[in-house]
């Protein structure tokens, strides 16, 4: 009988069973006869251990799912006693504990402006709902022409089709160009491109004024715009002014365009407060959330929007309701989980100890400030990003691989994105473990870039 358990003297076994038999997500499968791929047998906390039991860092949460590190024991508790009640049931025609008190306490976060919690099960299948739901309502409303969508240069709102279509990642979508529909992209508000002398709240004009220009010609044919709020997180962690968010609310009012927020990445207290909103203080018409809100332990994701939405399918006839499903939707063992990480944000004055952490964060990066192969250095409460300088890089195609395998070596999950190095760790570092994570990464990339000699 096969054995279940990982045995480092079967290191090998495990990594070439896997290449042969699983196709990983987002990765050119031939890289790896030159990139390890890592079998990871146990977690805890910031710690990943792989089948050498090897100690590694988990510096960008799992691709940004995890708060509260792997196998926490009070998720983990929650999620087992949730598993002795009932571990799923449709929620057509049934409803259960723990998806209610969920859908109530997001209701109360967003200051019940957004009240109404539609479930699914993937970051990208709740960016779908916002959008059917959109053009769906515009329907309603005698508006039927409204089926086109605004999104942003540079953005990411994942990989089904819909999603892709308002994704603005040539990498992820030219080959499937052909099967998108058609959307309209506009500047996006990311501060790098700040010329001399401007701000990022220049920026931030700047872009709303070529919004305003799409918009005043197009409004009739435009349902909603979708934006990343603060952070575009796929795209090279470009950041920008909240003033933005607040110019994009007021034109969406203007002109009769819904304002869908994708916190998927940004939501859950990432960027200091607990939807990225907050910083503007503004609510979209829709909030996607997944990825942290189960605490990067059971795919869970959901659309939160108005009453005014909610009120306009709200009808005696079958067709005028939202007649969207996902088998999974609202399943119990995902929502105990994410009640549980709500729970911490409330016990454990998660947002208030993240400013501590947050500045731990740039103290443990102050040397990319003034390290001449590094420019844009940025931070937004628990992310912080820089770029590589294109004259810096000796091969720009390898970097972000060489980074991820030197990475492991070093003991730190890095993954950068195109020449932008980033992290965004769990809310559970101290400020030993945050400088060793800075100094670890200084010198992976000094084994990588050459070190310029002073002039
Ligand atoms: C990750 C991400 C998605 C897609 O979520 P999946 O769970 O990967 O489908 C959508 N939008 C943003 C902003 C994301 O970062």
Request: contains cysteine; glycine residues 6%.
């Amino acid at each position: 009988m096969k054995t279940l358990v990982m045995d480092a003297s079967k290191s090998d076994t495990w990594v070439s069973r896997s290449l042969a038999a699983v196709w990983h997500p987002c990765t050119q499968m031939k890289h790896h006869e030159g990139m390890p791929l890592v079998a990871i047998t146990h977690g805890k906390g910031p710690w990943l251990y792989d089948d050498r039991n090897r100690a590694i860092l988990d510096c960008i949460s799992s691709w940004w799912t995890n708060l509260f590190g792997h196998s926490n024991p009070f998720i983990n508790q929650a999620i087992q006693a949730q598993l002795e009640k009932i571990e799923h049931v449709m929620l057509a025609g049934f409803t259960h504990q723990p998806v209610i008190e969920l859908s109530e306490q997001l209701a109360a976060l967003s200051n019940h402006q957004l009240g109404h919690a539609f479930y699914a099960s993937d970051g990208a299948s709740a960016v779908e709902i916002a959008l059917k739901m959109s053009h769906h309502y515009w329907r309603l409303a005698g508006k039927p022409d409204k089926n086109t969508f605004v999104c942003l240069r540079n953005s990411y709102h994942g990989e089904t089709l819909g999603a892709l279509a308002v994704t603005d990642v040539p990498l992820f979508r030219n080959a499937y160009g052909a099967l998108l529909s058609d959307v309209f992209s506009v500047m996006s508000p990311d501060s790098r491109q700040a010329t001399h002398g401007e701000s990022a709240n220049d920026v931030a004009l700047r872009a709303a004024h070529e919004l305003e220009t799409l918009l005043q010609r197009e409004h009739h044919r435009i349902a909603a715009l979708i934006i990343e709020p603060l952070v575009q997180c796929a795209g090279q962690m470009a950041m920008h002014s909240p003033q933005y968010l607040r110019l994009a609310r007021a034109l969406c009012d203007q002109y009769g365009v819904h304002l869908i927020a994708d916190e998927i990445a940004v939501g859950c207290g990432r960027t200091g407060r607990f939807f990225a909103c907050e910083h503007a203080e503004i609510w979209p018409d829709f909030i996607t959330l997944s990825k942290g809100i189960s605490g990067g332990y059971l795919p869970l994701s959901l659309c939160l929007t108005t009453d005014a939405i909610y009120n306009a399918f709200y009808s005696d006839e079958t067709a005028r309701g939202f007649l969207h499903s996902h088998s999974y939707t609202g399943n119990p063992l995902a929502c105990a989980a994410a009640l549980a990480c709500l729970e911490l944000f409330k016990t454990e004055q998660v947002l208030e100890k993240n400013r501590d952490r947050a500045r731990d964060l740039r103290a443990a990066f102050l040397w990319t400030h003034d390290d001449p192969r590094i420019e844009h250095s940025r931070q937004q409460g628990m992310i912080l990003a820089f770029d590589i300088r294109a004259s810096a890089l000796p091969n720009p195609n390898a970097f972000a691989r060489d980074v991820f395998s030197l990475g492991i070596q070093e003991g730190l999950l890095i993954r950068p994105i195109g020449s932008t190095v980033y992290v965004m760790p769990p809310y559970i570092l101290n400020t030993e473990q945050t400088m060793a994570m800075g100094q670890g990464i200084r010198s992976v990339l000094d084994r990588i870039l050459p070190i310029p000699s002073p002039s």
